[in-house]
């Protein structure tokens, strides 16, 4: 967070909020504000469209009294300018984001924050986009889009600050719904095995497990003989010992819980080998 420490400024309603959820700890702060370089771009562009004009009538030989005051507005507007940009940048509400172990937190101003646990998150994006000028990368945005039932928010920025909140909040999301389809798949594994135990048969598409073997296109492999049912790319290859092609092969948009049909044919596989 560099030699500031950012949870000394941070709102109070932003640990106020992640203390009301039950979020633990906090991890990470972050602040953006919105650049005073567009600003002055706007400021500048404005500037040098009155100074054309102004040209304008200097070379349609106006009198020296309108030139004059053209140049007094000019110069009026310059200075206001110079002072006031700056300022509407710096007083522009800031958007804060803070990471606690158990979710995160947004607040964009006075508004009322966005707070949520890793589980609650039902979407997150990260993005890298690059300022090229003569071909010379002049720098990088780097943004995340978190979508969530409290609600949807952004942060980006083109530090390394913004970099690192993005990667804590994707990260962490990853690692929770990771954790949530083990459990799932380890729950729906349980009650596959006892279907199958009793003679069961379970069909993921193109497929059919059971414990006789795999089942494609009306023929039966027997589980023994097969050396490895495993997904490359977007295809799913089922290969037989003693055989350099495979046996089948499927693209996995065609097999529905294409991650349950690998986890559950790689056990009753192995299982099938071991009993030999």
Not at 111 to 130: K, L, M, S, V
Not at 210 to 235: C, P
Request: proline fraction near 4%; charged fraction near 15%; glycine fraction near 10%.
């Amino acid at each position: 967070m560099g030699a500031r420490n950012l949870w000394d400024e941070i709102p109070a309603t932003v640990p106020g909020a992640a203390a009301e959820r039950a979020l633990g700890a906090g991890r990470y702060a972050f602040r953006a504000r919105t650049s005073a370089v567009s600003w002055w771009g706007a400021f500048m562009l404005l500037l040098v469209t009155a100074f054309c004009v102004m040209m304008v009538f200097v070379i349609s030989d106006e009198s020296e009294w309108t030139n004059a005051i053209l140049f007094i507005i000019l110069g009026g507007c310059s200075f206001l300018g110079a002072i006031a940009v700056p300022l509407a940048a710096r007083f522009k509400p800031a958007e804060w984001c803070a990471v606690f172990e158990g979710g995160v937190v947004y607040q964009y101003g006075s508004r009322p924050p966005i707070a949520g646990a890793w589980d609650e998150i039902t979407g997150c994006q990260r993005h890298a986009t690059d300022l090229v000028r003569n071909g010379v990368t002049m720098s990088t945005t780097h943004s995340v889009y978190v979508q969530m039932a409290a609600g949807n928010f952004m942060v980006s920025g083109d530090t390394a600050n913004a970099q690192e909140i993005g990667a804590l909040i994707a990260n962490n999301w990853v690692a929770v719904q990771n954790q949530i389809a083990e459990e799932h798949a380890g729950a729906q594994l349980e009650e596959l095995g006892e279907l199958l135990q009793t003679g069961g048969r379970v069909a993921f598409g193109p497929f059919t497990v059971s414990l006789a073997g795999l089942e494609h296109g009306g023929a039966v492999l027997d589980w023994k003989k097969i050396s490895e049912v495993e997904l490359m790319g977007s295809t799913i290859y089922v290969l037989v010992t003693g055989e350099r092609k495979p046996a089948v092969k499927e693209p996995v948009s065609a097999v529905p819980e294409s991650v349950l049909f690998l986890t559950l044919s790689d056990a009753l596989r192995r299982t099938a080998r071991q009993t030999t």
